[in-house]
């Protein structure tokens, strides 16, 4: 768990994802039309990093998209935030992009 919070916390954007995941590579997709360019780290191999996300709170725990260090939520989360219009803010105060 230690290692996910380190690493949720040392960049502005982080996404948690798998490589088999078409909603992992839409968020991701999503964040680079936004302009961010976020961490990005597959668990595809590391059921540890995956249970420490579930731990943590993320349900479902792929993809966990987190914000300034904070965790923001899966693929529906992130959507909503995005349609009403305080992701592009939440990426702006975190400075994940410079408007």
Same mark, same amino acid.
């Not at 039309?33 to 420490?52: F, K, N, Q, R």
């Not at 943590?56 to 989360?77: E, H, M, Q, T, W």
């Given at each position: 768990?230690? &290692? $996910? !919070? ?5 960049? %502005? %954007? $982080? +996404? /948690? !994802?798998?490589?088999? @995941? @078409?909603? @992992? =590579?839409?968020?991701?997709?999503? /964040? ?8 990005? =780290?597959? #668990?595809? =191999?590391? %059921? ?9 709170? @993320?349900?479902?725990?792929?993809? %966990? $998209? /987190?914000?300034?260090?904070?965790? $923001?939520?899966?693929?529906?989360? #992130?959507?909503?935030? =995005? #349609? ?10 975190? &400075?994940? +992009?410079? /408007?």
């Amino acid at each position: 768990m230690d &290692r $996910v !919070t380190y690493l949720a916390s040392n960049k %502005a %954007a $982080v +996404i /948690f !994802t798998k490589s088999s @995941c @078409c909603m @992992c =590579h839409s968020i991701k997709a999503l /964040f680079y039309e936004l302009g961010a360019s976020p961490a990005i =780290h597959e #668990v595809d =191999h590391d %059921a540890d990093m995956e249970w420490a996300l579930k731990r943590l709170g @993320c349900n479902p725990a792929i993809p %966990a $998209v /987190f914000i300034g260090g904070k965790y $923001v939520g899966s693929a529906r989360d #992130v959507i909503s935030l =995005h #349609v009403d219009g305080s992701l592009k803010q939440m990426l702006i105060e975190a &400075r994940a +992009i410079w /408007f």
